[in-house]
Nanobody, 122 residues
Framework: QVQLVESGGGLVQAGGSLRLSCAAS????????MGWFRQAPGKEREFLAR????????YYANSVKGRFTISRDNAKNTVYLQMNSLKPEDTAVYYC???????????????WGQGTQVTVSS
């Protein structure tokens, strides 16, 4: 069993930055992928970024490319999402998720955190 705990959400003004963290415990992976998703009110959950545990390779959705950076610290079993130049439309609940494969598809991630709220004011 894998447990994921997000932290770092909050209220920030447009143009500001936040760094989200996702601490993994339990049966962690030396391979596989960690992803970040978000869900805004009334919208479907959206893929944002993923990073591989082993090689650290990354992939971003076009909506956040150039503004968000995903990274991982294998020693701490923690994944980060650095979010810069935040916009009001980035307001959502942000989730981290773990998968044994490389995927951008929500259903390919069996393990999820509880989510952390990010609110960007205009």
């Amino acid at each position: 069993q894998v447990q994921l705990v997000e932290s770092g959400g909050g209220l920030v003004q447009a143009g500001g930055s936040l760094r989200l963290s996702c601490a993994a415990s339990g049966r962690t992976f030396s391979t596989g992928t960690m992803g970040w998703f978000r869900q805004a009110p009334g919208k479907e959950r959206e893929f944002l970024a993923r990073v591989s545990w082993s090689a650290g390779s990354t992939y971003y959705a076009n909506s956040v490319k150039g503004r968000f950076t995903i990274s991982r610290d294998n020693a701490k079993n923690t994944v980060y999402l650095q979010m810069n130049s935040l916009k009001p439309e980035d307001t959502a609940v942000y989730y981290c998720a773990a998968s044994t494969i490389t995927s951008n598809i929500e259903t390919m991630y069996p393990y999820w955190g509880q989510g952390t709220q990010v609110t960007v004011s205009s």
